[in-house]
């Protein structure tokens, strides 16, 4: 079952009996873990009909016996399990049982960051139950999402705003809601956001500097480089992320280069690059400064990075400084 057809179930108060959400965006599932609550177990009765155990310290036997506990007061009990992939396999096995008879009256629902497909449990949960996996939002989703999510609240953005939003902000779901919380106090009567706005409220994110650092490798600005990569690492942002970042930064400026090598319309771009359009021009103007024949050189020097961060034991800061000074050296 998708997200989507799970909502609709929602909607409609058909929640199935087994259901394991799991997945990359742990801001979906809460989302619609905190609506099933809502709809199946009114507040005045949860305290004898809500019970939420945690993977890894609760016992099969302790969910089992509660999940077949009828319940008070209301004609459902939610049993809700988090961090399911916590338990081990032997206690996962207890609940084939139940998977294969469960009490109507009661709603069994596990949480957890992913599947194993090779264990029974989830074997004999796929024939009996339903799964439903939320996987991360692409960058190019995320203007959507944040649409939607200011709709919500009761306001909009300007083409500019938007954008200039989601530069700022990132792809963290729960960050992003936050930054959504600020903009609507700060915009009062107003339900219309515009870049001013943004810029005096949202905090600006560690995707903007990286954007910069790339942009000083790209003008071979040495010193303005290194500067923005010591204040990365100041702010505490793990090294492995830079070199991450980075690289799917020089991934997107060599399909950009590509693209315009084969003369695609820029109105195509943005989507077969996968990006906000509101970003192409700078990322053209960055894959227009590299060679066909450096990307080579620049994914090498990035992999060797990658292999010295996590093998070597070279103190990180040495070793992205030395990528730096390659990338921008060309």
Known sequence: MTPGELKKRLREK????LLFLYGEETFFIERILREIVEKTVPLEARDFNLQVFHGKDCRAASVLDSARTFPAFSPVRLVVVRDA???????LDQFLSYLNNPVPETILVFTGDKVDGRRKFYQVFKSTGVLVEFKKLYDNQIPGFVKD??????FSFTEDALALFCKRVGSHLQEICGELSKLRNYLGERNVAEPSDILAVVTDSRVDSVFELSDAVGRKDVGLALRLLHRLLVEGVAPLLILAMLTRHFRQLWKAHELLRQRVPEKEMARRIGINPYFLTGILVQARRISSDNF?????SLLESDLALKSSGSPPAAVLESLVLRLAAG
Not at 149 to 154: H, L
Not at 296 to 300: A, H, K, L, S, T
């Open 14 to 17: 058909q929640i199935p009996g």
């Open 85 to 91: 992939q916590n338990l081990p396999a032997a206690e």
């Open 149 to 154: 999510q200011a709709g919500d609240a009761g």
């Open 296 to 300: 080579r050189g620049i994914f090498e």
